[in-house]
């Protein structure tokens, strides 16, 4: 069997990628963010982009999962404090009544 091996062309110039005589061509230190192992590379930023999305969604859907948790647990604070009078759910508003006098 064949093993797979990423190209070497650069997108931005159509010719092989130059390495660190590029601009484009960056280190990446942090945390894997599928397997949590620390990552240390050098690498071509275009080709980054597609990680990094990866670990910008995470850490998206955690912040929201945190703001979630930290309103059920305000609410849950202040359900004891402030009361709420019960409205009516699914009220339909008659076209014919006005709030105005003429």
Not at 35 to 63: H, M, R, Y
Not at 68 to 89: D, G, M
């Amino acid at each position: 069997m064949a093993k797979i091996e990423q190209g070497k062309l650069c997108p931005l110039i159509g010719e092989d990628c130059r390495g660190l005589e590029c601009a484009w061509y960056t280190k990446i230190a942090g945390t894997h963010p599928q397997t949590g192992e620390s990552v240390e590379e050098w690498g071509c930023a275009v080709a980054w982009i597609p990680f990094l999305q990866v670990d910008n969604s995470k850490a998206v859907n955690q912040q929201g999962a945190a703001v979630e948790s930290f309103r059920n647990e305000t609410l849950n604070l202040l359900r004891p404090v402030v009361t709420l009078r019960p409205t009516q759910e699914n009220k339909l508003i008659d076209v014919n009544e006005t709030n105005y006098s003429t």
